[in-house]
């Protein structure tokens, strides 16, 4: 296969060195990463809701000019207006219930009850985005015994999170990161990124209410992301970046804060990794799956966008139609594996910043 491959290609998956095993060439979509747990009586259950844009008709009143007798009247009419809006379509299935088929990373097959039952306590569990088996590529960022499940419905998914039994933080995304034809490192980003109201970014350290922050951010003070639907994020589009200019924070899938500048000297030639669901790194049920050598990366703005479902009427008028998109650039994805020296980078020092005021 060609190592270069279409930007829209890559902006489905997340970015990290390659595991030392895995294979260059991707194909097909991502894999969705959910973070599951048994409720109360025992059920792992998928919740969460797919975005749908519709067209609705309302009735509108309007006043108009007419000509009658020669005399200019204005009278009210009543008229039919179509209208494009975003609705959510809610989802709570067992596992059973996608009718789907579960194997492990490795390939070994699993019953229902044997998936379920790796699952219960709280684990990773990965799911095709397209209803096909997932590219083994992507599974190799994962420990050979992560449950997949490969069925229909899952592509435009956005689990639930908040409380027990759900996790705490919105799903990250898998991603392969390459390099333009400069050499530059591209991630993708949204290009609506949301404000970071509780901290704010500095050098190679996150600075959270005067404090220093070395290891992973307290969840639950910080509310942000794409599942409470903002109409104002409605228009945002992924967009290539250089990640040099992103400011973002990096952590090992242990939760290890590393610095901005050994993220980029590992990533220097691309690879796979996790893009965070917020500016949070995620609950550690989506992480428990992936291999060591996988990063992290928090930002705002790299939060991509929500797929949305578009169900709306087809505009008869060719003008009403919006422009067609221009054809993405292709990016030059790693020529061979990333091989990291050691199983874990040396531990980095971080400087002790002075406290800085909000």
């Not at 792992?44 to 200019?72: H, L």
């Not at 705490?168 to 609506?192: F, H, I, K, W, Y």
């Not at 959270?208 to 290891?215: F, L, S, T």
Request: hydrophobic share 40%; charged share 20%; aromatic share 4%.
């Amino acid at each position: 296969m060609n190592p270069t491959l279409m930007l829209s290609a890559a902006l489905l998956t997340p970015a990290a060195p390659l595991p030392r095993d895995a294979a260059p060439n991707i194909s097909g979509p991502a894999p969705r990463i959910l973070a599951v747990k048994a409720d109360a009586n025992g059920t792992v259950r998928v919740i969460g809701y797919i975005p749908t844009k519709i067209t609705v008709s309302n009735t509108v009143f309007a006043i108009e000019v007419a000509n009658i007798n020669g005399q200019q009247v204005q009278k009210q009419v009543q008229k039919q207006v179509d209208q494009d809006v975003i609705t959510a379509q809610h989802v709570n299935k067992s596992l059973g219930d996608f009718n789907g088929t579960f194997t492990t990373a490795a390939g070994q097959p699993l019953t229902l009850a044997e998936a379920t039952a790796r699952l219960k306590n709280g684990a990773t569990l990965l799911a095709s985005a397209d209803g096909k088996p997932i590219a083994p590529a992507w599974l190799k960022a994962v420990r050979e015994d992560t449950v997949v499940l490969v069925a229909e419905g899952l592509s435009h998914l956005q689990p639930q999170w908040g409380g027990a039994p759900l996790p705490t933080t919105p799903a990250p995304q898998l991603v392969m990161l390459g390099t333009d034809a400069n050499g530059t490192l591209l991630t993708p980003a949204t290009s609506m990124p949301q404000d970071n109201p509780a901290g704010i970014y500095y050098n190679d350290v996150f600075i959270e209410k005067g404090q220093v922050i070395r290891a992973r951010p307290i969840r639950g003070d910080i509310q942000y992301g794409y599942y409470n639907h903002n109409p104002q994020y409605d228009d945002a589009k992924i967009v290539h970046k250089p990640l040099a200019n992103v400011k973002f924070d990096a952590y090992e899938v242990s939760g290890k804060l590393i610095s901005r500048t050994e993220a980029l000297r590992r990533l220097s030639a691309g690879g796979l990794v996790l893009l965070a669901g917020d500016n949070r790194l995620p609950d550690e049920n989506y992480l428990k799956a992936f291999r060591d050598e996988i990063l992290v990366l928090v930002s705002p703005e790299l939060v991509l966008p929500t797929p949305i479902v578009d169900q709306t009427k087809k505009k008869s008028n060719p003008a009403q139609q919006p422009p067609a998109a221009e054809p993405a650039k292709p990016i030059q994805l790693p020529a061979k594996p990333l091989i990291l020296q050691g199983r874990r980078a040396a531990e980095v020092i971080l400087p002790v910043a002075p406290a800085i005021e909000k």
